[in-house]
């Protein structure tokens, strides 16, 4: 039998070529399969995170959570409550303060508050409790806005002047929880969104409180 050593390289090239595809195919899957697996666990990770204003509220002495309007639209007043009873439990003073203009009806966040179940030994009137915010670690507003307004005390021109509100600006932090950066129902600006110690929170309320009470949960 007569050798062609010529095709006998030929298939010898051909079976290395083969070989050399098959081992570099089987090369990459491993690497894939390894980053495939990896992602979901650095996702869990992420979700598992809570939220810079969560540890805020969580390592504070004392809160004092401020209902408004957008609180009654977006019916977080539950959220709200369940939020401050988890923090209770962290052994942070909570008090819920009212302004008496908040919303749209007279007592129409005492309603609220009631439904939800939050006690009354908790609710302060404007009167009782706005001379407590300069010894307030964290100030949580939700969905309120004319009612925190610092214009109508000290700008003589707006035209919300001498409107009762709740001094929030005092607070060391304040959070506040709103869509937007938008006017409340006077139409008047509120410059204590750009603040320093001001933190917005944007969202539905609902949405926000109930983010936060997970992620105060989870720490
Ligand atoms: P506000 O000034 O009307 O502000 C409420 C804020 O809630 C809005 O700026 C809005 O901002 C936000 N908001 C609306 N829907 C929201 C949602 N789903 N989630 C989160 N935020 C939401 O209300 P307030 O601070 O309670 O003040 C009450 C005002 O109503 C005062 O001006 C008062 O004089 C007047 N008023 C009161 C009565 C009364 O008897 N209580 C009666 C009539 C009028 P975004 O759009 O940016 O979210």
Redesign the pocket.
């Known amino acids: 039998m007569e050798f062609n050593t010529e095709l006998l390289i030929r298939i010898a090239y051909f079976v290395a070529a083969v070989l050399v595809i098959l081992g570099l195919k089987l090369a990459w899957s491993k690497m894939t399969r390894q980053t495939d697996t990896q992602a979901p666990s650095s996702k869990k990770k992420k979700a598992r995170k809570a939220s810079a204003e969560a540890a805020t509220l969580a390592a504070a002495k004392s809160v004092i959570i401020i209902p ?3 609180m009654a ?2 019916q ?1 007043h539950h959220a709200a409550w369940e939020l401050a009873s988890i923090l209770q439990g962290k052994g942070v003073r909570v008090s819920f303060a009212i ?1 008496p ?6 007592g ?1 966040m005492d309603i609220l508050l009631a439904e939800a179940g939050v006690p009354y030994d908790i609710i302060y009137d404007l009167d009782n409790i706005n001379n407590q915010f300069p010894d307030c670690d964290v100030a949580l507003a939700i ?6 307004n610092p214009a109508a005390r000290d700008d003589t021109s707006s035209q ?1 002047y001498a ?1 009762p509100i709740l001094n929030v600006d005092k607070a060391r932090k304040l959070i506040i ?10 139409g008047t600006e509120n410059q204590l969104f750009d603040e320093d110690h001001a933190h917005m929170c944007l969202g ?2 609902k949405d926000v409180v109930e983010k936060l009470v997970a992620d105060v949960k989870a720490l």
């Open positions: 408004g309007y957008g639209i977006a977080a302004n203009v908040a919303g749209r009806m007279p129409h969905g309120a806005n004319d009612i925190i919300i409107m929880i709103k869509r937007g950066q938008g006017s409340g129902f006077s539905d309320a």
